[in-house]
């Protein structure tokens, strides 16, 4: 059981589709974040938000799109994604983003498996 | 470039041994460095983090930092079929614009 939840968990979806990926925590914390896990590949930041405001944008192309409402709260709004878009997409939360811990203290969801046809 | 460097293994023992993983980084200003379980088919758990230089033990778990030979490892005592997963080592540079950078994860089987 863990205090950050996604969905959904498996996800196909088509170029031209719309779909939006999302996130919640309950674990009190002040960051959130998402992370493209490929095979053979390190785990690549995608976004930053603390207290809501987004912090980074790592480069990533706007067929991402990112939305943080409140801290308890992250989505991921995916639309004309391409075949290499196709990877784990894993949401986790931090008590914060200083301090020695800081943003290396990561609490992850169980990920959404994203498969793009 | 900032890099993080894991052998990708499989590293194999057998059960009751000790794991040993390591992992170096070339930026020298890194300011923390975290060690993370990736069971199959599940995502990263966080095992334990080290900022000092030595050795920093939690139960059958040891983290051991050398910052002048930018070398850190996790040491796992008694290893037990259930520690078999993928090892990852992050590390945390410092400054403000601090980053977390990941290593690609070491693979270990613990035979039984």
């Known amino acids: 059981e863990t205090g950050v939840t996604q969905t959904p968990r498996h996800l196909v979806m088509g170029m031209t589709n719309k779909k939006s990926l999302k996130c919640e925590q309950h674990l009190g914390h002040n960051a959130m974040y998402w992370y493209k896990q490929s095979a053979k590949k390190p785990l690549e930041l995608m976004f930053v938000?603390?207290?809501?405001?987004?912090?980074e944008n790592n480069s990533v192309p706007s067929r991402f799109s990112p939305e943080c409402p409140n801290s308890s709260h992250l989505f991921l709004h995916l639309h004309t994604l391409q075949p290499e878009d196709s990877a784990l997409y894993l949401c986790?939360?931090?008590?914060?983003?200083?301090?020695?811990?800081?943003?290396?203290?990561?609490?992850f969801g169980e990920g959404s498996r994203l498969t793009v046809l | 470039q900032k890099e993080v460097e894991q052998n990708s293994g499989p590293l194999s023992v057998p059960e009751g041994a000790i794991a040993s993983l390591n992992c170096t980084y070339s930026d020298r200003g890194s300011q923390s460095f975290f060690w993370y379980r990736q069971y199959s088919g599940k995502s990263p758990e966080l095992i334990m983090f080290i900022y000092s230089n030595g050795d920093k033990e939690d139960g059958r778990f040891t983290a051991q930092l050398n910052k002048a030979s930018q070398y850190v490892s996790l040491l796992i005592r008694d290893s037990q079929p259930s520690d078999s997963a993928t090892y990852l080592c992050a590390v945390l540079n410092a400054g403000n614009n601090r980053k977390l950078i990941w290593g690609l994860g070491t693979s270990l089987g613990v035979n039984p």
């Open positions: 938000y603390n207290f809501k405001e987004q912090t």
């Open positions: 986790a939360s931090s008590p914060g983003n200083s301090g020695l811990a800081g943003a290396g203290e990561l609490f």
